[in-house]
């Protein structure tokens, strides 16, 4: 969810507007991932590098993530939304992370989607993260798979992501779901986030409807050279 400040630089505004208008675009792209039958979404909230920001800016993300929640739970149970954390929240102030721990009680037994939040979330970390908990657990080298490897992700259980989509015209993952990523489809658009709408949003998926997706063979059932 890209683009925020500039949105609101654009528009002479503080980016704390920016952000107000992005957590708008947030609750209207969850609902409609909802009502079009989309199991799992994940929103890239807060980056283990964006700690280096602004203190002022951060208190603000973060007291905004919770009056989100908070204004936002109803609508989950309602919609049977599950909230999930990828990420290390023990490090988040502690009114937000109080909020997310219980935002995520609340709609534990919901089932028809799960919402993650990249929180304090690194790609890299993860990986480290993954390793460690095997490690810990004693499991020998000859035992590490594929398969083995994801039950210690933040995603176990979770299917991989199918798309990807990146806001604000940068090009790049951003040391986002690197594992897990490695046979999304990418979809890049130039639209800044707090403007990314969900005629914006089935757009993309329309795109990602026309793509062939090969997995390292030609499509026809022969491994591709």
Same mark, same amino acid.
């Given at each position: 969810?890209? +683009?925020?400040?500039?949105?609101?630089?654009?528009?002479?505004?503080? /980016? #704390?507007? =920016?952000?107000?208008? +992005?957590?708008?675009?947030?609750?209207?792209?969850?609902?409609?991932? /909802? #009502?079009? =039958?989309?199991?799992?979404?994940?929103?890239?909230?807060f980056s283990k590098e964006n700690w280096a920001r602004p203190q002022e800016e951060i208190g603000f993300l973060f007291d905004l993530l919770g009056d989100y929640l908070t204004k936002n739970t109803p609508s989950l149970l309602e919609q049977s939304i599950r909230l999930n954390i990828l990420g290390d929240i023990e490090e988040l102030p502690f009114g937000a992370r109080q909020i997310v721990k219980r935002t995520c009680q609340k709609t534990r037994d919901c089932r028809a989607m799960v919402l993650n939040l990249a929180l304090n979330y690194s790609g890299r970390e993860e990986i480290l993260h993954a390793t460690r908990s095997m490690m810990a657990a004693g499991i020998p080298a000859s035992k590490v798979t594929e398969s083995s490897f994801k039950d210690h992700l933040y995603t176990a259980g979770q299917p991989d992501p199918d798309l990807i989509i990146r806001t604000s015209g940068e090009l790049r993952l951003s040391n986002y779901l690197l594992f897990q990523s490695a046979y999304s489809e990418l979809y890049f658009t130039d639209i800044l986030w707090p403007d990314f709408s969900p005629e914006h949003f089935h757009r993309a998926l329309e795109d990602f409807a026309r793509r062939s997706r090969r997995f390292g063979t030609t499509g026809e059932g022969e491994p591709s050279t």
């Open positions: 969810m890209d +683009g925020n400040g500039r949105w609101a630089k654009q528009r002479g505004l503080q /980016r #704390s507007a =920016g952000h107000k208008a +992005g957590a708008n675009t947030a609750h209207d792209i969850v609902t409609e991932a /909802r #009502s079009v =039958g989309i199991r799992y979404l994940t929103l890239y909230t």
